[in-house]
């Protein structure tokens, strides 16, 4: 499902960009380049937050983890329940990728 909140042709053009990255040292490189570290490390909490409430583990257990704020784990909350699905798909291909490899 396409968010037409955000879709355009900027956005279109950033996500070939990041499509077109072909090594985990492709991303940090152009992450680096793109992102504040603070930008990046809120980025990589929610995905972590979004994980571990994949995986139904409790809000206490998730702040004590990842320092997250109660706030932000309510928002990702809501993107994995009203979302598009975006966050499961990829924890299904990482999960898939690393099975692979076993």
């Known amino acids: 499902m396409s968010n037409s909140k955000i879709k355009n042709e900027n956005m279109d053009f950033l ?9 985990m040292e492709e991303c940090y490189d152009f992450f680096e380049d793109l992102c504040t570290v ?29 320092g997250a704020s109660t706030a932000t784990i309510s928002r990702v909350n809501r993107s994995l329940q009203f979302g598009c699905n975006g966050y499961e798909k990829l924890f299904e291909r990482v999960a898939q990728k690393k099975a692979e490899k076993a």
């Open 15 to 23: 996500f070939d960009c990041i499509l077109s990255l072909q090594s």
């Open 38 to 66: 603070n930008e990046l490390q809120a980025i990589s909490q929610r995905i972590v937050v979004a994980r571990m409430l994949s995986e139904k583990r409790v809000y206490s257990d998730i702040v004590k983890d990842t």
